[in-house]
């Protein structure tokens, strides 16, 4: 299942949304989208890159940690220095933890790297009183 959608941002930037499975292959789709959206907003190559890396991790947190057959990528950008991107998911419960792993451990080290690229980084509880799900979220520094 692909669905891709725009919309225009308060600063008249189009923002990009594009559902996918909840499959290791959606973060080469969401790389692919962040790098789209930043290359027509003009932005730098360390920024594109940046963005691809932290995408590409929340999709893999979503992907190994969540539940549901879908996942919702998002892109936005809200003003000129900022890119907002966020993975949605059917997991309410099961929020993202920061840890730092020991030294000889292969996994754990997503969140250290969007905390690295971030300004800040965080997760929203969507449905209210009946949560249906969550949206991880990391808001980006870029070069006007």
């Not at 292959?25 to 890396?53: K, N």
């Not at 892109?75 to 993202?96: G, H, I, K, S, W």
């Amino acid at each position: 299942m692909t669905r891709t959608a725009a919309r225009l941002c308060r600063q008249g930037h189009p923002s990009y949304a594009l559902v996918r499975e909840r499959v290791p292959e959606s973060g080469e789709e969401a790389r692919r989208l962040v790098r789209v959206a930043l290359a027509a907003w003009g932005l730098d190559h360390a920024d594109i890159d940046a963005a691809e890396l932290v995408v590409a991790e929340l999709v893999a947190n979503a992907v190994r940690h969540a539940t549901g057959s879908a996942l919702r990528i998002v892109v936005e950008r809200p003003n000129a220095d900022r890119v907002y991107v966020a993975v949605v998911d059917r997991a309410p419960r099961r929020l993202p933890v920061q840890r730092t792993p020991g030294l000889d451990e292969t996994v754990g080290r997503g969140l250290l790297l969007v905390d690295a690229y971030a300004l800040r980084w965080g997760w929203d509880i969507l449905g209210g009183t009946s949560p249906w799900g969550k949206r991880v979220w990391a808001m980006l520094e870029t070069r006007p």
